[in-house]
């Protein structure tokens, strides 16, 4: 069975500080992976999703993702975090026709 | 672009009411799923339905049903409201069967049980 891990609960950053979001996984083989992210009151938006091929993938809104294999990570990225960037973020594994295991999500607050 | 409909954004109802949460979506997507979200637990799979007719359980479906007569309609359907049923219910599509077609969220309904 797929599953996966997002070990922080709760991010506190600096506008304008770089970002990283850190998700592992588990699963036999090469997964689907997925970043989505929920603004408060709202429902859940991809932010980007890997497949194959490059293992760096962009997403919307300036963010990217890196698969590495070795490390079953796919850590979330920002360069430059901005205010709207807070909301909550949600790591997803999927595999075949099976269903996406979602990690517990992580919430990013900004500091102005 | 893809639109997820929730019917309610807020519900309040009482322990033992029969609830229907209602999802719509446009696009005629074959794939249709009921989530709870609640904090530190993340999203937990209530119910599916791959196609019109055909439903599947999820890692949750206890005290839940779900109906699916036509295709961009899906109900999530609580038999006898409970307390403990009191959570964030999130709705979704995607266009075809396998993991790799992306999830399109509606904005989901807060669900109180008193």
Known sequence: AQSVTQPDIHITVSEGASLELRCNYSYGATPYLFWYVQ???????????????DTLVQGIKGFEAEFKRSQSSFNLRKPS????????????VGAGSYQLTFGKGTKLSVIP | DVKVTQSSRYLVKRTGEKVFLEC???MDHENM??????????????YFSYDVKMKEKGDIPEGYSVSREKKERFSLILESASTNQTSMYLCASRLLTGANSPLHFGNGTRLTVT
């Open chain 1, 81 to 92: 975090v901005h205010w709207s960037d807070a909301a909550e973020y949600f790591c997803a």
């Open chain 2, 33 to 46: 799923f009921w989530y709870r979200q609640d904090p530190g637990l993340g999203l937990r799979l209530i």
């Open chain 1, 39 to 53: 603004s408060p009151g709202q429902g859940l938006q991809l932010l980007l999703k890997y497949f194959s091929g």
């Open chain 2, 24 to 26: 719509v979506q446009d």
